[in-house]
T-cell receptor, first 115, second 117 residues
Framework: NAGVTQTPKFQVLKTGQSMTLQCAQD?????MYWYRQDPGMGLRLIYY???????DKGEVPNGYNVSRLNKREFSLRLESAAPSQTSVYFC??????????????FGSGTRLTVV | AQSVSQHNHHVILSEAASLELGCNYS??????LFWYVQYPGQHLQLLLK??????LVKGIKGFEAEFIKSKFSFNLRKPSVQWSDTAEYFC???????????????FGTGTLLAVQP
């Protein structure tokens, strides 16, 4: 089915380990986003990519890096994981610049625990 | 900076009760407004959206929302809730119309709705 695919779905890391969360969309959307969801705090934007070749910081970028590999793929990297990064991570994509659809399509999430 | 406030953090209703969830945003210009729903263990799904025109917007599953520009509000309503509406509801705003420069959405902190059978 068309949509946003995230891998892995679950991950446990030790403090200081690194990992990359993968995200791919097959809807030919220009814009892609990484959010983290924490109880009582809603979704907070980590990084976004308005179009292929560009990335920008969101509200909570510290401790993360991103790569917009091509139009389909947008990865999120934790270089040195910390317990404060325990969260559920959602990738999303959208059609920017038109009025047809401003809603995001979300992936199913990655539940990350840092111990 | 844009912000979105959802004042009801946790709402408990009985089936058939009416629902209204509050959402206020801070931005003085043109906005696009959204409500998303997250069922337990699932990802976010779009309920409804407002771009322009009729301020009363109808979405899926019997939900509707009213945009009141003078109050900077976009409250979500449903006349009669069902047990299956148990979920977390998020209001979100995108400023600038036409998606602005980047089409990024700012989310509220969410309202957890529990509907008792």
């Amino acid at each position: 089915n068309a949509g946003v695919t995230q891998t892995p779905k679950f991950q446990v890391l030790k403090t200081g380990q690194s990992m990359t969360l993968q995200c791919a969309q097959d809807m030919n959307h220009n814009s892609m986003y990484w959010y983290r969801q924490d109880p009582g705090m809603g979704l907070r934007l980590i990084y976004y990519s308005a179009s292929e070749g560009t990335t920008d910081k969101g509200e909570v970028p510290n401790g993360y890096n991103v790569s917009r590999l091509n139009k389909r793929e947008f990865s999120l990297r934790l270089e040195s994981a910390a317990p404060s990064q325990t969260s559920v991570y959602f990738c999303a994509s959208s059609e920017a610049g038109t009025q047809r659809n401003y809603g995001y399509t979300f992936g199913s999430g990655t539940r990350l625990t840092v111990v | 900076a844009q912000s979105v406030s959802q004042h009801n953090h946790h709402v408990i209703l009985s089936e058939a009760a009416s629902l209204e969830l509050g959402c206020n945003y801070s931005y003085g210009g043109t906005v696009n407004l959204f409500w998303y729903v997250q069922y337990p263990g699932q990802h976010l799904q779009l309920l409804l959206k407002y771009f322009s025109g009729d301020p009363l917007v109808k979405g899926i599953k019997g939900f509707e929302a009213e945009f009141i520009k003078s109050k900077f509000s976009f409250n979500l309503r449903k006349p009669s809730v069902q047990w299956s509406d148990t979920a977390e509801y998020f209001c979100a705003v995108n400023a600038g119309g036409y998606g602005g420069a980047t089409n990024k959405l700012i989310f509220g902190t969410g309202t957890l709705l529990a509907v008792q059978p």
